[in-house]
């Protein structure tokens, strides 16, 4: 058995990893009362989940791959995440570490993470995140209902002739419209104040 600072290189499970990294994240935004974290949060139109969403000012993604995962889908993830989020942290178990830091782009963070002896997890910062350099705003856009996306044109003065239109044709027009800024701030309000029960089936 490999042992890594003091720590056994056992397997790690999506779960474990999941479970702490949530608790981490709890604590770290304890006393941010506007922060909202979301689980398996859709991207991409639904073809795509990222594991976790801290949604502050700016929306920072975790992408969970533990050793007993695969990285057969981090290609596709790493260009639908790329059009949306702010920031992306890949948490990665040791297996697929070299692999990982060598196919995700230079933006991304990436935290380690061990098992110990006693079957905590330990994580090691091997990168900080770094701001998304090429978000898209069509993209971002689409992250917001037909209601809120209306609401939006309205605040930009850019609703007339769009108020019967269905939600693509008004988040196309946004990203027209709508400065960045602007665009960011709106879908983080939303995000935030969405309730959590209906946020699993409307936001596909």
């Known amino acids: 058995m490999d042992i890594k600072n003091g720590y056994h290189l056992l397997s ?23 922060a909202v974290i979301l689980e ?7 073809s ?9 000012n700016r929306l920072h993604g975790f992408e969970l791959k533990s050793d007993r995962d695969t990285l057969r889908r981090l290609p596709d993830q790493i260009s639908i995440y790329g059009s949306v989020l702010d920031r992306v942290t890949l948490v990665v178990g040791y297996q697929h570490a070299f692999e990982a830091l060598n196919m995700v782009p230079e933006w991304w963070g990436v935290n380690l993470v061990a098992v110990g ?9 091997a990168r900080d995140p770094k701001d998304n350099p090429s978000p898209e705003k069509a993209a971002l856009a689409g992250l917001l209902w037909r209601d809120e ?11 007339a002739g769009f ?18 800024d602007v665009l960011r701030s ?19």
């Open 48 to 56: 795509s989940r990222v594991d976790i969403v801290v949604v502050t």
């Open 163 to 180: 108020r019967s239109k269905p939600r693509a044709a008004i988040c196309a027009r946004i990203a027209e419209v709508a400065s960045a």
């Open 12 to 34: 790690t499970s999506d779960h474990q990893i999941r479970s702490a990294l949530r608790q981490r994240l709890n604590k770290r935004y304890a006393n941010a009362p506007h």
């Open 186 to 204: 709106a879908v983080c309000h939303y995000l935030k104040h969405r309730k959590p029960w209906l946020s699993a089936g409307r936001q596909t």
């Open 149 to 159: 996306a209306l609401r939006v044109l309205e605040w930009v003065d850019g609703a």
């Open 117 to 125: 002896p006693r079957g905590g997890l330990r994580f090691s910062n």
């Open 40 to 46: 398996e949060f859709t991207l991409g139109r639904g």
